[in-house]
């Protein structure tokens, strides 16, 4: 799996967009990408993944730029119940399902 | 369904001890993993299967062991419980999707502390 890069710590005011970003230059063509989360003390949630395209889902949208190298998980319109940790990981699959990588993420703090 | 359920919630253990944390899917999914997350740090794989009879070594195995004997259950024990081993154990399921990438869901997670 490419290694991937993301800012320790950041805050986002209620209501307003969080735009979460993750460096991940050295991703292969068959990597996805793929955003956890992890609310304290429980497990991690899937969020979204892509590819190539941006994608959208009821949680949030992910945006992938053309080279591949970087992207950013944007939560619309961020709530108190959205401070978490949000990791972002580089996936294949093939032979190495089951193995997702997980760093340290970021650290998201919503405030009143 | 139920999704990933894992028991005990927490549990406590002298040195020595050895311990079986259980781990199920309703979800009929192929794939299967343990991860621990000690204080402060990401998620470590420890072990995880392709399938029934399938298992291969994650990132931090050794202490660990694991069997998967039906699709539905994947338990990990430890064998001689140590200090180090206390952490929050989580389990995952995942399944390879259609277009082509797969996606792991989590149990609630296992407490343990090793005294």
């Known amino acids: 799996d490419a290694k991937t890069t993301q800012p320790p710590s950041m805050d986002c005011a209620e209501g307003r967009a969080a735009n979460l970003p993750c460096n991940h230059s050295?991703?292969?063509?068959?990597?996805?990408v793929y955003w956890y989360r992890q609310i304290h003390s429980q497990g991690p949630q899937y969020i979204i993944h892509?590819?190539?395209n941006n994608e959208t889902n009821e949680m949030a949208s992910l945006i992938i730029t053309e080279d591949r190298k970087s992207s950013t998980l944007i939560l619309p319109h961020a709530t108190l119940r959205d401070t978490a940790v949000y990791y972002c990981?580089?996936?294949?699959?093939?032979?190495?399902?089951?193995?997702?990588?997980f760093g340290q993420g970021t650290i998201l703090t919503v405030h009143p | 369904n139920a999704g990933v359920t894992q028991t005990p919630k927490f549990q406590v253990l002298k040195t020595g001890q050895s311990m079986t944390l259980q781990c199920a899917q309703d979800?009929?999914?192929?794939?299967m993993s343990w991860y621990r997350q000690d204080p402060g740090m990401g998620l470590r794989l420890i072990h995880y299967?392709?399938?029934?009879?399938?298992?291969d070594q994650g990132e931090v195995p050794n202490g660990y062991n694991v069997s998967r004997s039906t699709t539905e259950d994947f338990p990990l024990r430890l064998l001689s419980a140590a200090p180090s081993q206390t952490s929050v154990y989580f389990c995952?399921?995942?399944?390879?999707?259609?277009?082509?990438?797969?996606?792991?869901?989590f149990g609630p997670g296992t407490r343990l502390t090793v005294t």
């Open positions: 990981i580089a996936h294949s699959g093939g032979t190495s399902y089951g193995k997702l990588t």
């Open positions: 979800m009929n999914h192929e794939y």
């Open positions: 892509g590819l190539k």
């Open positions: 299967s392709v399938g029934a009879g399938i298992t």
């Open positions: 050295t991703i292969s063509g068959n990597e996805y």
């Open positions: 995952a399921s995942s399944y390879f999707s259609a277009s082509g990438s797969y996606e792991q869901y």
